[in-house]
């Protein structure tokens, strides 16, 4: 019989473009101010991609940064989900574009949906996947270009979204270690309150769309903040209890990086201390699902998670879906 053991995290890594978009710049292009932004979101700026690259090209650099940092051989990949909203194009995946790009040559690729909550949903696969031997080494890759996909006319959602990239290499780590528990879920009646309408099957492109503005992110900020709140205190609270844990067993909570409010509000309602929890919108506002693993990866490099330290990542976005995964890091 083989030997018991652990799926965990085994590298990290991330990229942010170098173009820094301020609230002051986004003052000259619709009616806000740097004082609404600041104290209705927390953020202050956010890293705008350059026009003629593209989400796969931050993907690379982010994975070669977490394989490099695992340790392992590119070749040693068998797996690489890309999860993401902003895909190069609608086919094939970006995961074999990264794929080739990288030059990996005996790895499946896929890309997976499930909005900012899409980490949590790729950690989880790669679990799944790795747990029940199909596949030894997943590289997960969160990529977003949202500046792509945003509508500089309309203040609503334009101030709230940037771009960056995480990535990590899942693999077998020791025997009750590395990811302990995690909880995904969903709920498509909320579809509506946050959403790209046009580009699939049911609405193509055509320039009726585009005149229509539905290429864009449309949102119901509100419905989507109240959301938000309950979505993440409560997944925070399933992954401790499934595995007897409390919130004092947690060292460092990795919420997916929205807004400020709600991020104080969920820790308010799980009672965890402010310095445990691991913030950096101000500095690149909402990147999607690229928000908790980059978050992740400049804790890790900071020194400030430590091996045995117990964390939670947890996420909410459009669907809606959420999700949490508790690990025990293993590095
Ligand atoms: O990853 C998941 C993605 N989405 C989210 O997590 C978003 C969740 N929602 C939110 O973060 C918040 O709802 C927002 C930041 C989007 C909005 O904050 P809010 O406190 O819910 O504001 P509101 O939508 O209730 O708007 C208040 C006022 C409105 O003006 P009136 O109607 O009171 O005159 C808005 O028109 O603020 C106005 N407003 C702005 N003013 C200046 C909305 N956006 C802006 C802006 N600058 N950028």
Redesign the pocket.
């Known amino acids: 019989m083989e030997r018991e053991f652990g799926v965990g995290i085994i590298g990290t890594g991330s990229y942010v473009p170098s173009n820094i978009m301020t609230n002051k710049d986004l003052e000259k292009l619709?009616?806000?101010?740097d004082e609404?932004?600041t104290t209705?979101?927390g953020i202050k700026e956010r890293r705008i991609l350059d026009k003629d690259k593209s989400t796969s090209f931050m993907a690379k650099i982010a994975a070669e940064r977490a394989i490099a940092s695992s340790g392992l051989n590119s070749q040693d990949i068998d797996l690489i989900i890309v999860a993401t909203i902003t895909p190069d194009m609608a086919f094939p995946s970006t995961a074999c574009i990264v794929q080739e790009e990288l030059g990996i040559k005996n790895a499946a690729a896929f890309d997976l949906e499930a909005?900012?909550t899409g980490f949590i949903y790729a950690l989880t696969n790669a679990y799944a996947y790795i747990k029940s031997g199909i596949y030894k080494n997943v590289l997960v890759i969160s990529s977003e270009n949202l500046s792509k996909i945003m509508d500089f006319k309309d203040?609503?959602t334009c101030?709230?979204f940037g771009d960056g990239a995480g990535a990590v290499v899942v693999s077998q780590v020791e025997a009750d270690k590395g990811i302990l528990s995690m909880d995904i879920g969903a709920d498509g009646s909320g579809a509506k309150f946050?959403n790209q309408p046009a580009g699939g099957s049911l609405i193509p492109s055509s320039e009726e769309s585009v005149k229509n503005k539905l290429h864009f992110i449309k949102?119901e900020?509100?419905s989507?903040?109240k959301f938000?709140i309950k979505a993440m205190t409560k997944s925070s609270k399933k992954v401790m209890e499934d595995i007897n844990f409390t919130i004092k067993d947690i060292d460092y909570l990795i919420p997916?990086q929205?807004?400020m409010?709600?991020i104080e509000g969920a820790c308010k309602r799980l009672e965890i201390d402010k310095d445990k929890v691991c913030i950096n919108l101000d500095k690149y506002g909402?990147m999607?699902a690229a928000s908790i693993p980059v978050a992740l990866d400049e804790a890790v490099r900071s020194g400030k998670i430590k091996k045995n330290d117990n964390i939670i990542l947890v996420g909410?976005?459009?669907g809606l879906t959420w999700g949490a995964t508790l690990i025990k890091w293993t590095l």
């Open positions: 619709v009616d806000t101010s609404w932004i209705r979101t909005a900012c203040r609503n101030v709230l946050l949102m900020g509100n989507v903040f938000a997916h929205a807004n409010r709600i909402n999607s909410f976005g459009g």
